[in-house]
């Protein structure tokens, strides 16, 4: 029963996407800067809460979630599984991802959803962009990351949408801990890695 709840949820939010695209794309950018946009209209409390999911094609509660579900989310939606992808390059090159949170061995429940395995992921699939405070250098679809402190590290991540702000930059999906919103933050925080990942599914 929760395979075809999870199997349900991808069709609605993939139907959900081509619903708010006015014309048909083809790039894929945009198609995920959609995804992530879609993800606006739904309701997520901010719990980063440890939980068994299924795998593959697990998640959390559809109302729970951080920011790096945000970019899962958004991603499964055109197809791509990154719960599937960063564990299985974890498991076959786990020495090559940071050791952060004292793990002997690969967790296909959580590693997906913590920010520094994404940059890693990204970074060996050789998506990773110059870090740049030029708006132009952002296009819709990209994932940036960003460090929320000035003293420490609090690793944050979000999505560039196809909307810009009265100033041309940018607006980012994300969820900094109040939802999943569309916000002007670009360059509110330290910007600490900028990527366009977009595989065919």
């Not at 060996?124 to 590290?153: C, I, K, M």
């Amino acid at each position: 029963m929760t395979r075809l709840v999870l199997i349900a949820f991808v069709l609605v939010s993939f139907v959900a996407v081509q619903a708010l695209s006015q014309e048909r794309t083809s790039e894929p950018g945009e198609l995920l800067a959609l995804a992530a946009l879609e993800r606006t209209s739904h309701h997520v409390s901010y719990d980063g809460a440890y939980r068994r999911i299924p795998y593959p094609m697990g998640d959390v509660p559809d109302d729970r979630g951080v920011c790096s579900d945000v970019v899962v989310r958004s991603y499964r939606a055109i197809g791509i599984d990154l719960q599937v992808l960063i564990h299985e390059d974890m498991r076959d090159h786990f020495s090559a991802y940071p050791v952060l949170w004292g793990l002997a061995a690969t967790d296909s429940n959580i590693d997906h959803r913590r920010v520094p395995n994404i940059r890693r992921f990204l970074e060996r699939q050789g998506a990773q962009l110059p870090v740049s405070r030029a708006a132009d250098d952002f296009l819709p679809g990209d994932v940036v990351t960003w460090n929320l402190v000035t003293a420490g590290s609090l690793p944050h991540t979000g999505i560039v949408s196809s909307r810009v702000s009265k100033d041309s930059v940018p607006l980012i999906v994300h969820n900094i801990g109040s939802g999943t919103k569309l916000e002007d933050v670009l360059f509110a925080y330290e910007i600490t890695g900028h990527y366009r990942y977009l595989p065919s599914p």
